[in-house]
């Protein structure tokens, strides 16, 4: 049998091939991580369909397949599809010396990938609502001394006077209807923001939003992808907008990101002081 160390550098070629991306940057990211050290002791539970299957022993190697693995099965939350997550990371293209801002870290695996990303010169501020998973991801990201994780919502946390710091990446992992305005604001000129944007019910899509200019983004459709709900930016309006959009398979004409309350005719869809258009980003 291959050691443990050749099923992860196998795992993460394939993973990040499967993204379509060539990146070696992530490839030695999902390499050197340890999916093991971020979750209980197993066997674990991982996605099968509908529901859960477990692993048939707690040898780590299980965990190096494409498979979503349960953190809190009860309450569907799980650590993310491992291929899914190298092409959002891909998209949000994390590089050396950056500062990122890393919204639902569940138990911090993908907060250390990010680390592993931007490097000791760079640094992560990673929030998760869930006190049990906050815990446990912040002891065992002690080892990375470039990460914070704060065990709190990261949409108050924007809106309170202690404002989120400059970002050149947000990477979101939990289904937002609202677009947090104060996400918005935090990104630095040529930062990236990827978030999947999510109706009530069903799949949403998996957006990049790069902001080109003062006030001025780019966006961009990623594809379609199921995630938890990310708390606070649950609102119907915005999510019936968002729905009837997914509606008619469109999201590829997404070009733009704009602020503002009165889209026009090139939108997309809509929440409160933002839509997203058809046309690109003015120069
Ligand atoms: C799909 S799980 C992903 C966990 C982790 N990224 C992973 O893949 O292992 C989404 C996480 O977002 C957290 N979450 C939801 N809303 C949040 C919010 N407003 N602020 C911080 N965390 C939030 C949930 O508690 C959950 O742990």
Redesign the pocket.
């Known amino acids: 049998m291959a050691l443990l160390e050749e099923h992860r550098r196998f795992f993460a070629q394939l993973v990040v091939r499967g993204a379509g991306s060539s990146d070696s940057r992530l490839v030695a990211a999902f390499s050197q991580i340890a999916r093991e050290d971020?979750l209980e002791a197993g066997p674990w539970w991982v996605c099968a369909g509908e529901g859960y299957l477990p692993t048939p022993d707690a040898d780590p190697r299980w965990l190096y397949q494409d498979v979503l693995v349960g953190?809190?099965p009860q309450n569907h939350?799980?650590?993310?599809q491992p291929s899914l997550?190298a092409q959002c990371l891909a998209a949000a293209a994390p590089r050396e010396a950056d500062s990122v801002i890393?919204?639902?870290?569940?138990?911090?695996?993908?907060?250390a990938i990010l680390a592993h990303l931007v490097g000791p010169t760079g640094n992560v501020l990673a929030?998760?609502?869930?006190l049990a998973?906050a815990k446990k991801a912040a002891a065992t990201l002690k080892r990375w001394p470039n990460v914070e994780l704060r065990a709190?919502?990261?949409?108050?946390?924007g809106s309170d006077d202690t404002a989120l710091p400059p970002a050149d990446v947000i990477y979101v992992?939990?289904g937002v209807a609202e677009l947090p305005a104060p996400w918005l604001d935090a990104l630095k000129p040529g930062g990236r923001l990827v978030l999947p944007l999510t109706p009530d019910d069903g799949y949403g899509l998996l957006l990049q939003i790069t902001r080109t200019g003062t006030g001025r983004f780019s966006a961009w459709g990623l594809g379609r992808a199921g995630?938890?709900?990310?708390?606070?930016?649950r609102d119907t309006c915005a999510s019936r907008s968002l729905a009837h959009a997914l509606g008619v398979e469109t999201w590829r004409e997404i070009r733009s990101l704009v602020r503002g309350d009165n889209p026009d005719a090139s939108a997309w869809c809509h929440g409160r002081g933002w839509w997203l258009s058809r046309s690109p980003p003015e120069p």
């Open positions: 971020f953190l809190d939350i799980n650590n993310g997550h890393h919204v639902g870290a569940g138990a911090g695996y993908y907060s929030f998760e609502r869930e998973l709190q919502c990261a949409v108050t946390q992992n939990a995630f938890t709900p990310c708390v606070g930016t």
